[in-house]
């Protein structure tokens, strides 16, 4: 099975900052990966699918690039709302495995 | 509105078992591959099962292979996920997803199941 890692496991952060997250697969999967967001008590939220197409509804100021095994996750402009978990998933081959997370909190 | 509604958590001793159902509104299931997700209190998300639209093809995670059957009735417009010889680590909130191909885009509110003597 695919493994993905993701770096960091979390990070403080300010409102206004500039914020990546980066999400690594063990093979090739091309650009088969989806970003979400997920806050406590909450079901996940997608974001970013096909590593770069910014899901309908989601602010401008989240976006994701790469393909092969490097990826990441970039927040242009941290607001306060974006303060939560962070996972990436990868589609290119069952089983569709996640990232381990990352979390964001308030510096 | 469209949503997903996961129903048949509870608490069951270790070898027990329990069936999960995700019932679909405002749209056609039929439509869509759908998948399980779990997350262990405090923990991160873990893939467990996915299942074709038609039904014909079936996936599990290693953790939960010979234990777990997903199937579906797209007559009811409803998941299932069927859990025999229930272990602790099963312990988690268990989410319904639909399968976009390439995304899970649309995630029901969860239902706990509870493994413990």
């Known amino acids: 099975a695919i493994q993905l890692t993701q770096s960091p496991s979390s990070l403080s952060a300010s409102v206004g900052d500039r914020v990546t997250i980066t999400c690594r697969a063990s093979?090739?999967?091309?650009?088969?990966l989806a970003w979400y967001q997920q806050k406590p008590g909450k079901a996940p939220k997608l974001l970013i699918y096909?590593?770069?197409i910014l899901e309908s509804g989601v602010p401008s100021r989240f976006s994701g690039s790469g393909s092969g095994t490097d990826f990441t996750l970039t927040i242009s402009s941290l607001q306060p709302e974006d303060f939560a978990t962070y996972y990436c998933?990868?589609?290119?081959?069952?089983?569709?495995?996640f990232g381990p997370g990352t979390k964001v909190d308030i510096k | 509105e469209v949503q997903l509604l996961e129903s048949g958590g509870g608490l069951v001793q270790p070898g027990g078992s329990l069936r999960l159902s995700c019932a679909a509104s405002?749209?056609?299931?039929?439509?869509?591959?759908m998948s399980w997700v779990r997350q262990a209190p405090g923990k991160g998300l873990e893939w467990v099962s996915a299942?074709?639209?038609?039904?014909?093809?079936?996936y599990y995670a290693d953790s939960v292979k010979g234990r777990f059957t997903i199937s579906r009735d797209n007559s009811k417009n409803t998941l299932y996920l069927q859990m025999n010889s229930l272990r602790a680590e099963d312990t988690a909130l268990y989410y319904c997803?639909?399968?976009?191909?390439?995304?899970?885009?649309?995630w029901g509110q969860g239902t706990m199941v509870t493994v413990s003597s």
């Open positions: 997803a639909t399968d976009r191909e390439g995304a899970y885009d649309i």
């Open positions: 405002g749209f056609t299931l039929r439509s869509y591959a």
């Open positions: 299942i074709s639209g038609s039904g014909g093809n079936t």
């Open positions: 093979q090739g999967i091309s650009s088969a």
């Open positions: 096909d590593a770069s």
């Open positions: 998933q990868q589609f290119n081959s069952y089983l569709f495995t």
